[in-house]
């Protein structure tokens, strides 16, 4: 049962322009939302969150959007930058601080 | 600091056998959790373990189990290897609410 999903696999944006990820969720006991970045051959990274009583959160070029009556979220990258070619997971956090739950995550390409 | 490490990187075994994973935590983290990634069911999580207690458990068979020692390295055990058990292992720490993940352990069973 994917409590947390990522409809795009893939995403291809070009450099400057803006990459929008989406993700749904169907867990309402969710208490936070995060993001997490992954090159090959490492471990995911953390990148931006936000608590479940918040609708944005922007931390640099990066900005979370949640629409809880949808349980829908979005990452907004503006602008995009090669280096941000990266498979991005979509997470979900309830009352249990060391179980995630992962969508499948969405390669995007930004490409010069 | 020093990240999270975890060993071998890589290992093939074939079916049947069992093997063990190990994790060390970034010190001064006592939360380890653990988790499978594959391509068909995502990341998927294991269990936790923080001071040597196992705190919660996914779905996942009895063939899989854990433990965490004291300095609070852990270790997972599968035993009676599928090739279904196929995937990168991943495990990581806390100290608090975010979690810290290790480059993986790439398990292939043949």
């Known amino acids: 049962d994917q409590q947390v999903k990522q409809n795009s696999p893939s995403l291809s944006v070009q450099e400057g322009r803006i990459s929008i990820l989406n993700c749904d969720y169907t867990?309402?006991?969710?208490?936070?939302f995060l993001w997490y970045k992954k090159y090959p051959a490492e471990g995911p990274t953390f990148l931006i969150s936000?608590?479940?009583?918040?609708d944005k959160n922007e931390d640099g070029r990066f900005t979370v959007f949640l629409n809880k009556s949808a349980k829908h979220l979005s990452l907004h990258i503006v602008p995009s930058q090669p280096g941000d070619s990266a498979v991005y997971f979509c997470?979900?956090?309830?009352?249990?601080?060391?179980?995630?739950?992962f969508g499948r995550g969405t390669q995007l390409t930004v490409w010069p | 600091k020093a990240g999270v490490t975890q060993t071998p990187r890589y290992l093939i075994k074939t079916r049947g056998q069992q093997v063990t994973l190990s994790c060390s935590p970034i010190?001064?983290?006592?939360?380890v959790s653990w988790y499978q990634q594959t391509p068909g069911q995502g990341l998927q999580f294991l269990f936790e373990?923080?001071?040597?207690?196992?705190?919660n458990k996914g779905n996942f068979p009895g063939r899989f189990s854990g433990r965490q020692f004291s300095n609070s390295r852990s270790e997972m055990n599968v035993s009676t290897l599928e090739l279904g058990d196929s995937a990168l292992y991943l495990c990581?720490?806390?100290?608090?609410?975010?979690?810290?993940f290790g480059p993986g352990t790439r398990l292939t069973v043949t």
């Open positions: 990581a720490s806390r100290d608090g609410y975010e979690q810290y």
């Open positions: 867990n309402s006991m969710f208490d936070y």
């Open positions: 936000i608590s479940s009583i918040k």
């Open positions: 997470v979900g956090r309830g009352s249990t601080l060391g179980r995630l739950y």
């Open positions: 010190s001064g983290h006592r939360s």
């Open positions: 373990y923080f001071s040597e207690t196992q705190r």
